[in-house]
């Protein structure tokens, strides 16, 4: 299995509304990643999990909230957010080799499309 | 300057004919280089990982200049399919996730 698998592909939520992106992978990659990606832009990094914990938080506002339940599991749960947090988010995978070791790059998942209204 | 600054096209070229793209990056600590492609509306798909002996996978080409903090995609006899937006991909690879910077993409279009 090389895939990275998200959903929903698409979702529209009220700015009251609270909601999750799930995303799951069977690689045995022990980091994950959340990106939000604006259109004609390129990806923007939300947040690491590194080995089911998370090693870096891009300054994104308390709205978005990730969780990391095992090593093949990334949520995303959002409320209360804005129109402007309307984006492509998507969920990458990576396999690691360690401090000072070579990347591997990423695996993507196709992405949920979001639209806050 | 930013990290990783690629060719600001968009790139219109005929079918069959030769491409080249140019990504330079700022962080000599950088381990690692891709090529990804991304078509609209869809995710990043990896194209192919650049080597420091450069490496070919068919039509594309791949270029590291380590000296210059240069990387190069060359995409021989377009085709139709090969229009998207192509990102520049560069891994710093000094933690334990990859810390991984992209450029801002160059668009291709090939057209008939």
């Known amino acids: 299995d090389t895939e990275v698998t998200q959903t929903p592909k698409h979702l529209v939520m009220g700015m009251t509304n609270k909601k999750s992106l799930k995303c799951e992978q069977h690689m045995g990659h022990r980091a994950m990643y959340w990106y939000k990606q604006k259109a004609k832009k390129p990806p923007e990094l939300m947040f690491v999990y590194s080995y089911e914990k998370l090693s870096i938080n891009e300054s994104v506002p308390s709205r978005f909230s990730p969780e990391c339940p095992n090593s093949s599991l990334l949520n995303l749960h959002l409320h209360a957010l804005q129109p402007e947090d309307s984006a492509l988010y998507l969920c990458a995978s990576s396999q690691t080799s360690g401090l000072g070791g070579r990347g591997y790059g990423y695996t993507f998942g196709s992405g949920t499309r979001l639209t806050v209204v | 300057r930013k990290e990783v600054e690629q060719d600001p096209g968009p790139f219109n070229v005929p079918e069959g004919a030769t491409v080249a793209f140019n990504c330079t990056y700022s962080?000599?600590?950088?381990?690692?280089f891709f090529w990804y492609r991304q078509d609209c509306r869809k995710e990043p798909k990896l194209l192919m990982s650049?080597?420091?002996s450069g490496n070919e996978d068919g039509r594309f080409t791949a270029q590291l200049n380590r000296a210059s903090q240069y990387i190069s995609l060359l995409i021989r006899d377009s085709k139709l399919s090969d229009s998207a937006t192509y990102l520049c991909?560069?891994?710093?690879?000094?933690?334990?996730?990859?810390?991984?910077?992209f450029g801002p993409g160059t668009s291709l279009s090939v057209i008939p």
């Open positions: 650049v080597y420091s």
């Open positions: 991909v560069v891994n710093l690879g000094k933690t334990s996730y990859d810390k991984v910077i």
């Open positions: 962080n000599s600590a950088s381990q690692s």
